[in-house]
C-alpha cells in the first residue's frame, strides 16, 4: 500500500525555470492537496481538489497551477519559479463523506530556486 | 476564516517526563475536528490523534492525550512517558466538519519543536 507518493524528492531550479512537481495516491482519496511548509510558517494550503475535473485555490495559489484529470494523480506546476518559492512541499489526500477523515501525506518534496 | 496559533515555538522536556503542547483556535463554527501531526527530522507528517468537537470526552492514543476546551477554543496535546523518538515538530490543525466549498481544508499552526532530552 503506497499511499501518497511525491516526486522528486529534491529539486533545485533556476529563477524562471519550469517544473512539475508529482504526486499519486492509490487509496481512491476524492480530496487532493497541495501544501507549502516554510520556516516559522507552519503548513500554508496552495491548491486543492474535491475530485476529476476539480480544483481551487487555497491561501497561497500565486505562481502555481494545478489539475486533475484523474482521480489518483494530482501535479503541481511552477511556471516560472522564483526564489520565493523555495520551499519544502506536501502533497495530501483523504477521503470525503462525514466523519474526521484524517489527511494522508506523502514525504515531501524539497524545492530551492536559486 | 479560521486561525490556530501555537504559543511554544520550542519546548524541551526530559526522557520520561510528561510535557504539554498548547494550541488555541479561533472559530465562529460549531463543528469541526481537531487534529495534532507530529513531523520528525525524516519530514514525514503523522497524524498522532484527533479529536472530535461533538465529543466532550478527550482523545487518548497510548502516551498522547489531548485536553479539549471548546469553550475556552482550546486544544492542548499531553505526551506522558516521553521518549527519544518524540523529538519532532508538533502541529495542531482544524477542519471544518461539514461539506461545501472550502470546507475541507485544514488550517494549520506554525508548530511546536519539541526537543525529549536523555
Known amino acids: 500500500n503506497a499511499g501518497v507518493t511525491q516526486t522528486p524528492k529534491f529539486q533545485v531550479l533556476k529563477t524562471g525555470q519550469s517544473m512539475t512537481l508529482q504526486c499519486a495516491q492509490d487509496?481512491?482519496?476524492?480530496?487532493m492537496s497541495w501544501y507549502r511548509q516554510d520556516p516559522g510558517m507552519g503548513l500554508r494550503l496552495i491548491h486543492y481538489?474535491?475530485?476529476?475535473?476539480?480544483?481551487d485555490q487555497g491561501e497561497v495559489p500565486n505562481g502555481y497551477n494545478v489539475s486533475r484529470s484523474t482521480t489518483e494523480d494530482f501535479p503541481l506546476r511552477l511556471l516560472s519559479a522564483a526564489p520565493s518559492q523555495t520551499s519544502v512541499y506536501f502533497c495530501?489526500?483523504?477521503?470525503?463523506?462525514?466523519?474526521?477523515?484524517?489527511?494522508?501525506f506523502g514525504n515531501g518534496t524539497r524545492l530551492t530556486v536559486t | 476564516a479560521q486561525t490556530v496559533t501555537q504559543s511554544q515555538p520550542e519546548m524541551s522536556v526530559q526522557e520520561a517526563e510528561t510535557v504539554t503542547l498548547s494550541c488555541t483556535y479561533d472559530?465562529?463554527?460549531?463543528?469541526?475536528?481537531l487534529f495534532w501531526y507530529k513531523q520528525p527530522p525524516s519530514r514525514q507528517m503523522i497524524l498522532v490523534i484527533r479529536?472530535?468537537?461533538?465529543?466532550?470526552q478527550n482523545a487518548t492514543e497510548n502516551r498522547f492525550s489531548v485536553n479539549f476546551q471548546k469553550a475556552a477554543k482550546s486544544f492542548s496535546l499531553k505526551i506522558s512517558d516521553s521518549q527519544l523518538g518524540d523529538t519532532a515538530m508538533y502541529f495542531c490543525?482544524?477542519?471544518?466538519?461539514?461539506?461545501?466549498?472550502?470546507?475541507?481544508?485544514?488550517?494549520f499552526g506554525k508548530g511546536t519543536k519539541l526537543s525529549v532530552i536523555p
Open positions: 487509496m481512491n482519496h476524492e480530496y
Open positions: 472559530t465562529s463554527e460549531n463543528n469541526y475536528y
Open positions: 490543525a482544524f477542519m471544518i466538519a461539514y461539506s461545501g466549498a472550502g470546507s475541507y481544508q485544514l488550517t
Open positions: 479529536q472530535e468537537a461533538y465529543k466532550q
Open positions: 495530501a489526500s483523504r477521503r470525503l463523506g462525514r466523519g474526521s477523515s484524517p489527511l494522508h
Open positions: 481538489s474535491v475530485g476529476a475535473g476539480i480544483t
